[in-house]
């Protein structure tokens, strides 16, 4: 078992920046993939990024493509999510997700979550 706890989440203008970080215990030297997945008021939860072990594949949802980026520190067992050029549409909670493999796979069902932080956007 494998517990994650995102941070960073908060208020922020439109075309703004914020980078949220995760970071796993339990089971913490797992070779796990890493990801982020988003849900706002009303809306079904939606795949954000995810990155390899590794580090070196990174996946995007299009909406996300160019504006965030995936990245990981293996040492300090934390994954990060830049923010950049936000807009309204991207509030929501965000939701840290680790697999059981070492490369994503493409399963939009991760084996662990986290509680989420939210991230507010302002017009």
């Known amino acids: 078992q494998v517990q994650l706890v995102e941070s960073g989440g908060g208020l922020v203008q439109a075309g703004g920046s914020l980078r949220l970080s995760c970071a796993a215990s339990?089971?913490?030297?797992?070779?796990?993939?890493m990801g982020w997945f988003c849900q706002a008021p009303g809306k079904e939860r939606e795949f954000v990024a995810a990155i390899s072990y590794s580090g070196f594949n990174t996946h995007y949802a299009d909406s996300v493509k160019g504006r965030f980026t995936i990245s990981r520190d293996n040492a300090v067992n934390t994954v990060y999510l830049q923010m950049n050029s936000l807009k309204r549409e991207d509030t929501a909670v965000y939701y840290c997700?680790?697999?059981?493999?070492?490369?994503?796979?493409?399963?939009?069902?991760?084996?662990?979550w986290g509680q989420g932080t939210q991230v507010t956007v302002s017009s």
């Open positions: 339990g089971r913490t030297f797992m070779t796990y993939t």
């Open positions: 997700a680790a697999w059981r493999t070492s490369y994503w796979s493409g399963s939009y069902s991760p084996d662990y």
